[in-house]
């Protein structure tokens, strides 16, 4: 299966079962939501309004309402995740590239019935990466960053996993409190759910966890600074999972569950050991 490969938005997005057609028009999605978000482009909506040249209340709809689905998720999260910086500057970039992941989803989706599409720590899939083999993505050691710990395997409605840490994606991970968790992946059924959770997670802490987990719909696998793995009832197998000839790497872990989840005692030393 062919890779397609193009940086964007600071990071690098890979595409796996797609034409190169396909490719172009995701490459379209991201470039747009790029050139209306970026905070690096001064001729960007969201720079001028960081600027004060443009007022939030004049900007396109659009980013108006991204703006709003950012504050929902705040709401949601009980300001664990915010669209706000610490200086007041309006940051979407906790939402922005899983938006454009799952718009480029839907495009993909119109054209092909098995595809991967990763970026900077986010991965959407559809189908299998062979029959009967379904998408897997290996869980990374936040300690060791050439060390999987364990391994997700996607599939049905499970089709969207995100990684968040203090080394991949502290840009727009702003702290409430002392760091309790170094790195978060959660697994959901759709991307943005599962990128907030994962930045979320980072940003807050153990009651945090156990809140934003407590409905039961997305696994989660967290590490602590101190070697600590935090996994939900359906993320602890991953742990000891062995990593499958379809995996592919992703800089970061799964994310947390709540009251029943499995605390696993693991250090730096024993967690290298486990990824097989």
Known sequence: M?????????????LRGATPEAASAVRAVFAGYDHRYSLWDPASVLS???????RLSDAPTAVRDVYALALSWRDRTGGAFTPHRPDGVIDLSGVVKALAIRDAGEVLDTGTDAWMLSAGGDVLVRGT???????????????????VVGVVRLGGSRRAVATSGTAERGEHIWRRSAPVFVQATVVADDVLTADVLATAVVAGDEDDL?????????????????????????AAPWVSSALGPGAVPVAGPLEQPPMGRAQLGVDPSSRASSAS
């Open 210 to 234: 156990r809140r934003l987990t407590a409905d039961g719909d997305v696994d989660v696998l967290a590490f602590t600074a101190d070697g600590l793995v935090w996994a939900t009832p359906g």
């Open 129 to 147: 990466h062979r029959p009967d083999e379904p998408w897997s993505v290996g869980v990374v050691d936040p300690g060791r960053r050439d060390t």
């Open 48 to 54: 001028r309004i960081a600027a004060g040249s443009l």
């Open 2 to 14: 062919s890779v397609l490969t193009f940086e964007t938005m600071g990071t690098v997005v890979s």
